[in-house]
């Protein structure tokens, strides 16, 4: 049964989220998850619904994995997104997004997760190594 996942990350990052995405769908790709965060933008202003959307989404996930971009951590609904995951005791697996070497990470997780790199046919194996799924 595929992970539940969450992904937090920042809109401009939405065509490399959508190429990870991609990958796990793919049989002949190590990686399988079942994507549970926003796919496409909530039709509202009202940030309260929109959280409480989000946060739905967040509570049926079995873990978050945060793409980390080089200014990932001046994001207001990132920090809230990670947060709440805080909150809700869900795991949270950080990866730069591709392209990225280094970053500041969000304030919710700074020196409370490990930071990977880019590397999708990894990830099955990091959140094996956050103790998320089986080895």
């Given at each position: 049964m595929p992970k539940r996942v969450f992904i937090s990350f920042k809109a401009e990052d939405k065509k490399k989220?959508?190429?990870?995405r991609l990958l796990a769908k793919n049989p002949n790709y190590e990686l399988e998850f079942y994507d549970e965060s926003i796919r496409a933008a909530i039709d509202s202003r009202n940030a309260v619904y929109i959280k409480s959307i989000i946060r739905e989404k967040i509570e049926r996930s079995g873990v978050v994995l945060c793409l980390v971009n080089t200014d990932m951590h001046t994001s207001s609904w990132v920090n809230w997104e990670l947060e709440t995951a805080i909150k809700?005791?869900?795991?949270?697996?950080?990866?730069?997004?591709?392209?990225?070497?280094?970053?500041i990470l969000p304030t919710p997780i700074r020196g409370k997760v490990h930071f990977y790199s880019w590397n999708p046919a990894s990830l099955g194996s990091y959140l094996v190594n956050a103790g998320i799924i089986g080895s």
């Open positions: 989220v959508d190429g990870l809700l005791d869900k795991p949270i697996v950080a990866m730069a997004v591709k392209d990225v070497q280094e970053a």
